[in-house]
């Protein structure tokens, strides 16, 4: 096996899964350090053909790669609506182009199969299968291995894949200059391991977040079975893989005004933490991106369920206490 010798072991922990294609791929969460709309990449001259642009991330200059050109998959043309995973190994941060995230979730070992016969040439080093569907494990260190390889430039004209319209071009650039505006962030020898890893999300117009160490799985669509006398701020249950797991409305729990009630009905996206031993779905109104952001910028409010706030690109976020909300004692007696 290449890369880190740990990599399987690291494999048995949450995921962010996605596709390209008609395939699903996942990477493991410790690795990602964010995700985000295709910006406008630069290509200077040719690149090798695994990498598709190069985009200045905070302060650095990383490569961009599409894996189909690893996997001997066609490469169809790229549009606005592509998101990058942005990943870090000990040694180098680079980005991964995807058709679409699907969200987190945890990888059960049982239903991991490690494939045979794997060189420092393979990108894949393991599928997991559940419920008639397959991920295909990513190693980013077999990736970070090819990149320090000469790869003979791609037989494809690589800008002629990305939207060339004046909108496409606008909209692209608009995020490449939200990008640099975070670099002012400056990255200094060991300061990765400053940061703290966030998933943010809506309730009504306000952003909040969550420490990735609390998220068990991330899903975009709920199905919620209500149960009969049980508080306002428990919305129900939904059946995970055969367990069940009780949501919190938390706009309900934490009385923040609901603003319009008929956008309350309906398949909500939620996340599922873990903490205490106990499980539990936050309902929210819309799950944004995943991203690191310095502590030492983290202003520490200390107040009942919130336990900090910063403000990026303008916008304020606040971070929710996690731990206060799942040992609250409401919480606690209707746990299900």
Do not use: W
């Given at each position: 096996?290449?890369?880190?010798e740990?990599?399987?072991?690291?494999?048995?922990?949450n995921?962010l899964?996605f596709l390209?294609?008609?395939s699903r791929?996942?990477v493991?969460t410790s690795n990602?350090?964010?995700?985000m709309?295709?910006?406008?990449?630069?290509y200077p001259?040719?690149?090798?053909?695994?990498i598709?642009?190069l985009?200045k991330?905070?302060?650095?200059?990383?490569n961009?790669?599409?894996?189909r050109f690893?996997?001997?998959?066609e490469v169809?043309?790229?549009?606005t609506d592509n998101e990058?995973i942005?990943?870090?190994?000990d040694e180098t941060?680079?980005?991964i182009?995807?058709d679409?995230i699907l969200?987190?979730i945890?990888?059960?070992s049982s239903n991991?199969?490690?494939?045979?016969?794997?060189?420092n040439?393979?990108?894949i080093?393991?599928i997991?299968?559940q419920?008639?569907?397959?991920?295909f494990?990513i190693?980013?260190y077999?990736i970070?291995?090819?990149?320090k390889q000469?790869i003979?430039?791609?037989d494809?004209?690589?800008?002629?894949?990305?939207?060339n319209?004046?909108?496409?071009?606008?909209?692209?650039?608009?995020r490449?200059?939200?990008i640099?505006?975070k670099s002012?962030?400056?990255?200094?020898s060991?300061?990765l391991?400053?940061?703290?890893?966030l998933i943010s999300f809506n309730?009504?117009n306000?952003?909040?977040c969550?420490?990735?160490d609390?998220?068990?799985?991330?899903i975009?669509?709920?199905s919620?079975?209500?149960i009969p006398g049980?508080p306002?701020?428990i919305e129900?249950i939904?059946n995970?893989?055969?367990d069940?797991?009780?949501?919190l409305?938390l706009?309900e729990?934490?009385?923040?005004k609901?603003?319009?009630?008929?956008?309350e009905n309906g398949k909500k996206?939620?996340?599922?933490?873990?903490?205490?031993e106990?499980d539990?779905?936050?309902?929210?109104?819309?799950?944004n991106?995943?991203?690191?952001?310095?502590?030492?910028k983290?202003?520490?409010?200390?107040?009942?369920?919130?336990?900090g706030?910063f403000?990026l690109?303008?916008?304020?976020?606040?971070?929710l206490?996690?731990?206060?909300?799942?040992?609250d004692?409401?919480?606690?007696i209707?746990d299900m």
């Open positions: 096996m290449i890369g880190n740990n990599y399987i072991e690291q494999n048995k922990n995921h899964c390209l294609g008609n791929y996942a493991n990602v350090l964010e995700i709309k295709l910006p406008a990449l630069d001259q040719k690149l090798p053909n695994n598709i642009g985009l991330y905070n302060n650095f200059v990383i961009i790669v599409d894996i690893y996997l001997d998959i169809t043309s790229y549009s990058l942005i990943v870090k190994t941060i680079f980005g182009i995807t679409k969200g987190i945890p990888l059960e991991i199969d490690t494939i045979p016969f794997v060189d040439k393979t990108i080093d393991s997991y299968k419920n008639q569907e397959t991920a494990i190693n980013i077999s970070e291995n090819r990149l000469t003979k430039s791609a494809i004209d690589i800008p002629s894949l990305f939207p319209d004046e909108a496409s071009q606008n909209l692209m650039r608009e490449t200059a939200a640099a505006a002012r962030f400056s990255i200094i060991g300061e391991h400053a940061k703290k890893k309730l009504n306000d952003l909040y969550i420490p990735l609390y998220v068990k799985e991330v975009k669509d709920t919620v079975t209500s049980t306002e701020f129900g939904i995970l893989r055969g069940y797991t009780t949501v409305n706009k729990f934490m009385n923040i609901q603003q319009d009630k008929q956008s996206p939620a996340i599922i933490v873990s903490c205490n106990m539990i779905a936050f309902l929210t109104d819309k799950i991106e995943l991203f690191e952001f310095p502590e030492d983290i202003k520490d409010t200390g107040d009942g369920y919130y336990a706030e403000i690109n303008d916008i304020p976020y606040t971070i206490n996690v731990e206060k909300i799942c040992t004692k409401k919480v606690v209707t």
